[in-house]
């Protein structure tokens, strides 16, 4: 099938691309931008005028089923849910029930993707077993399976020992540890920021040491052991500075941030409202304003969902008892575009922290409209403004820190490997 | 209002409203509660997940001098032992006609989670959860300091001890700011001090003897045992000799200073008994003066 999309404003980064122009496409693959291929004809011309054509994008956290559960309804219902927001490449945490911390389990969602998936999916398998924090997975069979890199998730390793260890396995087998900076005793079984919110609301609070301190601790055995590390989920701005300044000595180091933590800060939390029930928990105003000024900085390579999509029931309790998480798939085109608007990032770079750049980093390809690359590409809408509500959101989970807000920026058309994948009705 | 939650969102009226409700229901003595038939044919249940004597009985009194048909149910050791949710247990109550909710829970915003999925027409009153409000307790407090103090707008308030884990201080703290209170200080070791509670509206404090130094109200908060694990505390004995509530420590306060605690009082662990049982001390009026002032919640939010 040979596809052209006429007149749309191509926005490529990897390519420096920013113009309106004619995209060729055939055979799942990006043929060429401007000029036809020679002998070029059309099965299908779409035209794209005003709207914005970029590479599909890469989310480097997300989850595909309810509650952690990895069934093949919710892989279908996730992954359209993705290619309607414009994600063609998504990055399944290991989180699930069961994790995945085996050959055999990875295998297993895979084939599962494989009948039912929208998208293209990764998938970034457990660095301990069970994610218990103090064995070892399999590193060397999850890396032959496929997995793009390990991770220890939202759960804390038991001690540095096991975090040593588990750098030096995961850097001799060539896998980037996704390390989420939590020091689990000074977290102590918190559920909101350490801050006024948590004072007025009674709320067990967990400090930002909770997360400088695992950082730190986490760059002295990097310097230690040599490792390539990504820092997930970062939350607080002094953990940035001190990456920032670790980088600048020359550690192999990268950061990423999950979108809402860019808009969100623990004062706009409603009085017990579950869908501000996060983890990392939304920081300070002055976090919020640090994150937001530190985005641009190249230690930076990656803005994601952080996706964790809840039945009903599991918000259906007093705060603290409720699921951590919230559906974010469709959010993270409009908040990334949102940081457009609002002068942080350019487009280009805006564009780039959901496209090549974490797709450099997990290795896979994907993020670009290079000739030659797997034809993944979104179309969106600059103009058209929406508001997010739960009846129209097409993940299973309806949960969302931003229902009710108004968005600027809609998806239109999302191409997986040359494919239409979503078309708005 | 429809609930009765938290001091926090109250206004001035409204608080002043509860207070002079109260007042009207106690006898010429000062101190007993006439029967009155403002909520007969009511049906309340007080549903407590955690255990509580004084705060349960004083409801169950209150519920029972306003001619209401009161229930209540310990469900710490039943249904949600075996895994029913807190939400299950709301619906199958509701489904006895029940007109208003009494509800104790050990997790911060559990009396506002309930008060968003009772049914139209019913009332929930937060009687603690967590660590967040107990606002018929500071209620309670309020009356007793303006039956003894007349006026808060010259007092100087002293609440001593633990603050993090106290819905007491919490709701205190905001009915006494919205009361007017001159000063409220609070003080406590700063491992059982909130992040940020000056943002309240208290001084915070790290000395005792500076804290009550001139106060015309104290207000000691119970130490609970469990204090001692997980470092927040060294020992029972330090902590008496540094914040605990003595005579020497009272004789800084005014003169005319009265002397209160929530209740359970742990003897020689934040107050002496000297001072519980001392002429200052008015720690059993609190109580007694708990029946009018539930009486006056319940009977407000039945819009009587």
Same mark, same amino acid.
């Given at each position: ?63 595909l ?15 359209h849910?993705?290619?309607?927001a ?10 699930s ?13 895979q ?12 998938v970034?398998?457990?660095?301990t ?7 070892l ?18 759960h ?7 975090l040593?260890r ?34 007025r ?24 052991t ?12 002094r ?5 920032e300044?670790?980088?600048s ?45 530190a ?7 990656a803005?994601c ?37 609002e ?10 922290l ?10 896979i390809?994907?993020g670009s ?25 097409h993940?299973?989970g ?9 968005f ?11 494919k239409?994948?979503?078309s708005e009705s | ?45 007080n ?12 409801f ?12 209540t149910m ?16 709301l ?25 968003q ?10 009687a ?11 209620m ?14 010259? !007092?100087?308030? $002293?609440? +001593?001890?633990?603050? /993090?884990?106290?819905?007491?201080? @919490?709701? *205190?703290?905001?009915? =006494? ?14 491992t ?13 404090y790290?000395?005792?003897?500076a804290? !009550?130094?001139? $106060?015309? +109200?104290?207000?000691? /908060?119970?130490?609970?045992?469990e @204090?001692? *694990?997980?470092?927040? =505390? ?25 002397v ?25 009026? *609190?109580v007694?003066y708990?029946?009018a ?12």
């Amino acid at each position: 099938m040979k596809i052209e999309i006429l007149n749309s404003h191509i926005c490529d980064p990897l390519n420096d691309i920013d113009r309106v122009d004619t995209i060729y496409m055939a055979d799942a693959k990006i043929l060429s931008i401007g000029e036809p291929p020679a002998g070029w004809q059309a099965d299908q011309s779409i035209d794209a005028s005003g709207l914005y054509c970029i590479p599909g994008l890469v989310d480097i956290a997300a989850r595909l089923g309810n509650s952690g559960q990895t069934q093949q309804k919710s892989i279908s219902s996730e992954t359209h849910a993705a290619v309607s927001a414009g994600i063609t490449s998504l990055v399944c945490m290991p989180d699930s029930n069961p994790v995945i911390d085996s050959a055999a389990q990875l295998e297993y969602v895979q084939q599962h993707c494989h009948s039912s998936s929208h998208c293209h999916v990764y998938v970034i398998a457990a660095l301990t077993t069970g994610l218990k924090g103090d064995m070892l997975s399999e590193m060397a069979a999850l890396k032959q399976a496929g997995c793009v890199g390990v991770s220890n998730v939202m759960h804390p390793l038991a001690n540095n020992l096991v975090l040593r260890r588990a750098m030096e396995y995961a850097s001799g087998q060539g896998l980037t540890l996704h390390y989420q900076a939590m020091d689990p005793a000074l977290q102590a079984n918190g559920c909101i920021n350490e801050g006024l919110a948590a004072t007025r609301m009674g709320l067990i609070g967990i400090p930002n040491a909770g997360e400088t301190a695992a950082v730190g601790v986490c760059l002295a055995l990097i310097e230690h052991t040599g490792a390539r590390v990504h820092f997930a989920r970062l939350s607080t701005q002094r953990a940035v500075h001190m990456l920032e300044l670790a980088h600048s000595e020359g550690l192999n180091i990268s950061a990423d941030v999950a979108a809402h933590q860019l808009f969100l800060c623990d004062d706009d939390i409603p009085a017990f409202d579950p869908n501000f029930h996060l983890l990392p928990p939304l920081r300070s105003a002055d976090d919020l304003a640090g994150l937001r000024q530190a985005i641009s900085n190249p230690i930076f390579n990656a803005i994601c969902s952080d996706h964790q999509p809840h039945d009903a029931d599991a918000k259906l309790a007093p705060f603290a008892s409720t699921k951590i998480g919230a559906s974010a798939l469709e959010t993270l085109l409009p908040l990334v575009l949102r940081l457009v608007e609002e002068d942080l990032l350019s487009l280009q770079q805006a564009i780039a922290l959901v496209t090549y750049k974490p797709a450099q980093m997990l290795n896979i390809d994907a993020g670009s409209l290079t000739p030659g690359a797997t034809a993944d590409l979104c179309l969106f809408d600059p103009k058209q403004e929406w508001t997010l509500q739960a009846s129209d959101m097409h993940s299973r989970g309806k949960h969302s820190p931003f229902l009710g807000q108004r968005f600027k920026g809609k998806v239109k058309h999302t191409f997986v490997s040359g494919k239409l994948a979503y078309s708005e009705s | 209002m429809q609930h009765f939650l938290t001091t926090e969102s109250l206004t001035l009226d409204q608080l002043t409203a509860i207070l002079d409700t109260a007042e009207s229901f106690i006898n010429a003595d000062g101190l007993s509660v006439k029967k009155v038939p403002l909520l007969r044919g009511k049906t309340i249940v007080n549903l407590f997940f955690e255990a509580s004597t004084r705060t349960r009985s004083t409801f169950e009194l209150a519920a029972k001098r306003l001619s209401a048909d009161i229930l209540t149910m310990n469900i710490a050791a039943s249904a949600t032992v075996k895994g029913e949710s807190l939400l299950d247990t709301l619906r199958n109550l509701e489904a006895m006609h029940v007109d208003m909710f009494v509800v104790r829970h050990q997790d911060s915003g559990a009396a506002e989670f309930l008060s968003q999925h009772t049914s139209p027409g019913i009332s929930v009153i937060n009687a603690g959860d967590g660590r967040h409000a107990h606002p018929t307790q500071a209620m309670l407090d309020m009356f007793t300091i303006r039956r003894h103090k007349g006026t808060f707008d010259q !007092l100087k308030v $002293t609440i +001593v001890g633990d603050l /993090l884990h106290s819905r007491v201080a @919490r709701s *205190q703290i905001h009915a =006494l700011r919205t009361l007017g209170a001159k000063e409220i200080r609070v003080v406590a070791p700063r491992t059982l001090m909130p992040t940020q509670l000056e943002a309240l509206g208290v001084d915070v404090y790290d000395n005792v003897e500076a804290a !009550l130094s001139g $106060t015309d +109200v104290i207000i000691t /908060l119970r130490l609970q045992k469990e @204090r001692m *694990q997980g470092a927040l =505390l060294p020992s029972e004995r330090e902590y008496f000799q540094l914040f605990g509530l003595t005579s020497e420590r009272v004789a800084l306060a005014a003169k005319d200073a009265i002397v209160m605690h929530p209740g359970p009082i742990n003897r020689g662990v934040e107050i002496s008994s000297s001072v519980a049982d001392g002429e200052q001390s008015v720690i059993l009026q *609190q109580v007694s003066y708990g029946i009018a002032v539930r009486m006056a919640v319940m009977s407000m939010l039945a819009g009587q």
